[in-house]
């Protein structure tokens, strides 16, 4: 997501904040800008640039904007759940745009049925804007707060009005997002990549439970519920976000760079080269080469004009992109003993699949090391990895794991090794949610 109040080239300056964080959708794009009478729209399927190179940019003018690259957690491909989603009525306008998952919407959208509400998709988002108009007809501060207090699940929120924004984080605060200023303008995003993009400055992260409202007034804060101990989903410091972001006042390459570090002295191997599979495994092999002394080499190339398969929406696309996108490096493999970092094993078939290519390139042996610990239960916040038996962790043994990736050995992070590298100091809210590891909840459906 991304956000910019009161710049006169909204819609372009959102359009390079979805690009720095493409890699966290790629299904389809939006934007939303108003002029401060009317919202106009520009959304498609497919990538950031290819949905953007049909839009005319002269026709989007205005000094607000939101913005949106989708990743499904659900089987919906139409146009319609590509966000922001935008919805008219007589007394104003309102687009909404959100990263997370809502865990009650089912209940709530047969409450809202039942009031006489006709949803016309089946996204979160339109719960929200549904509650929201549901006891006034016009949109304020406190009808968006009484209807995010309904809400279980993780989830960030960006509302666009015609003469205002609003900003929303869940009182746990698992999902990222912060705030910056670009000259006079404030700019929102999910990941602090996208201020750099576009010479923002970082001005402070959105706090859990915590509802901003920017407008030409400046930047109104209050609270729509307290705040609970942070715990931001480690997916994101593991895989998600990009390493050049700061989430929580935590630098990502260096958390992870951390993760490898904590991950050699919990499972040191013989061999002679380490290697990461690209792109956010490197930190990680980086930090374990480092720690157990061994050379850290490219043996394994990525083709970067294929995206990233995790986020991809079926396992057969997931596996058509692993061939397309990843290639052994033979003169660094080939008579080697390899250690090779990844940064979680979800399903497998990714794992197996290099574990293969670097065998068939040579490699005496192939020892896998994840810069995490083994993925045992669904994600219910957002990430896609909502049933236990698509997890390869959740049902096999460490040792059938390495039997069935073809690996020489397999050892994962431990979670205390996770939390090491992450959280610096929880006297400044800082802490992470691992329930996909642990099976420990910080939300559980009311």
């Known amino acids: 997501m991304f956000g910019i109040w009161g710049h006169e080239k909204a819609a372009e300056i959102t359009y390079y904040g979805l690009h720095a964080q493409q890699h966290r959708g790629q299904e389809g794009a939006g934007i939303v800008v108003s002029d401060g009478e009317t919202l106009k729209q520009h959304r498609d399927l497919g990538l950031v640039n290819d949905v953007f190179k049909r839009a005319n940019f002269s026709e989007l003018g205005g000094n607000a904007a939101i913005g949106h690259v989708r990743y499904s957690s659900q089987a919906y491909k139409e146009i319609e759940h590509v966000q ?12 909404i745009a959100h990263n997370g998952n809502i865990m009650n919407a089912h209940q709530l959208r047969g409450e809202l049925e039942d009031e006489g509400s006709i949803l016309q998709t089946a996204s979160d988002t339109e719960v929200l804007a549904h509650l929201i108009k549901r006891h006034g007809k016009h949109v304020t ?3 968006i707060s009484n209807a995010l207090q309904k809400l279980t699940g993780a989830y960030a929120y960006l509302i666009l009005r015609e003469d205002r924004m609003h900003v929303a984080l869940d009182p746990h605060g698992i999902r990222p997002l ?4 670009l000259d006079n303008a404030y700019v929102v ?28 007034k400046g930047l109104e804060s209050t609270r729509f519920q307290m705040r609970e101990q942070r715990q931001m989903c480690a997916m994101e410091y593991v895989y998600l976000s ?20 904590e991950l050699a002295k919990e499972s040191p191997v013989e061999a002679d080269v ?42 057969e696309m997931r596996e058509q992109g692993v061939k397309m996108k990843l290639s052994p490096v033979r ?24 574990v293969r290519m670097l065998k068939a390139a040579g490699a005496k042996e192939v020892h896998v090391r994840i810069a995490s610990p083994a993925i045992q239960h669904p994600c219910y916040y957002g990430i896609d990895m909502s049933t236990r038996k698509e997890l390869i962790g959740a049902n096999h043994s460490i040792e059938e794991i390495g039997e069935i990736i073809g690996a020489d050995s397999v050892a994962y992070l431990s979670a205390d090794g996770l939390e090491k590298a992450i959280v ?23």
Request: hydrophobic fraction near 35%; charge should be neutral.
């Open 424 to 446: 610096k100091d929880k006297t400044i809210n800082q802490g992470i949610c691992n329930a996909c590891m642990t099976g420990k909840y910080p939300v559980t459906e009311k």
């Open 331 to 354: 003169g660094v493999v080939e008579g080697k003993r390899v250690v090779m970092i990844d940064d979680s094993i979800v399903r497998g078939t990714t794992s197996r699949r290099i």
């Open 178 to 181: 912060s705030i910056g200023r």
């Open 242 to 261: 990009r390493p050049d972001s700061d989430l929580n006042r935590v630098n990502v390459h260096s958390s992870r760079k951390k993760m490898g570090v």
């Open 189 to 216: 995003a999910a990941e602090t990549c996208a201020f750099d993009q576009i010479g923002a400055t970082f001005e402070r992260e959105v706090l859990p439970g915590e509802l901003i409202t920017i407008s030409d």
């Open 84 to 95: 922001p989603l935008l919805f008219r009525s007589q007394t104003g306008s309102m687009a």
């Open 141 to 143: 501060e406190d009808s």
């Open 274 to 315: 380490v290697t990461g599979v690209p792109d956010s495994s490197i930190s990680a092999a980086i930090g374990y080469a480092e720690e157990i002394g061994l050379p850290y080499e490219m043996g394994i190339i990525k083709n970067r004009y294929v995206g990233r398969t995790f986020i991809q929406p079926s396992q």
